[in-house]
């Protein structure tokens, strides 16, 4: 009888070493990538999340990619009728907002909505967004979307992946 709870207790430890193995690895490799779920109701005016998104507009969205030239170029969206457009600071920021105006004064009236993103770290959306709006002739609403690129590349809806 002694044997069995000395076993039944060598076993207890090693399946509790085990478990506090897996959840420090889970703590330093894996959680910092998880992005916490989105609370619409808990983010400032300006922000929209993804969910939130999809059903007010559905796919009716204008995408401004704030995201460096680079990380534009190694992944980006794949969408039809011109609904992406690349908008960077820079040199060459009003010539990109200047190629995608157009698009943007029409949103509105097709019942579009225009969103910004970039990195979930990057403030270029937050940036490149006020910009915009500072213009004052885009009728259309103006969002950054939370968790940026990171929350579009896991939509594969969007993605098409």
Not at 39 to 47: A, D, K, T
Not at 89 to 103: F, P, S, T, Y
Request: aromatic letters at 6%.
């Amino acid at each position: 009888m002694r044997g069995t709870i000395e076993q039944a207790l060598r076993l207890g430890f090693i399946i509790l070493g085990l478990a506090v193995v897996i959840y420090g690895v889970d703590a330093l490799v894996f959680a910092p990538r998880r992005m916490p779920p989105c609370v619409q109701e808990q983010l400032p005016p300006g922000r929209i999340c993804l969910d939130s998104l999809l059903q007010r507009y559905g796919n009716k969205v204008v995408w401004i990619d704030a995201r460096s030239e680079a990380d534009f170029e190694l992944n980006h969206l794949m969408l039809n009728e011109n609904r992406m457009f690349p908008i960077r600071k820079g040199a060459a920021l009003q010539e990109q907002v200047d190629a995608a105006m157009e698009r943007m004064l029409a949103a509105k009236d097709l019942g579009e909505c225009i969103v910004v993103f970039c990195t979930v770290d990057c403030g270029s959306s937050e940036e490149i967004a006020a910009h915009l709006r500072s213009l004052g002739i885009i009728e259309a609403p103006i969002y950054v979307l939370e968790g940026g690129w990171d929350i579009l590349r896991r939509d594969t809806k969007l993605t098409g992946k």
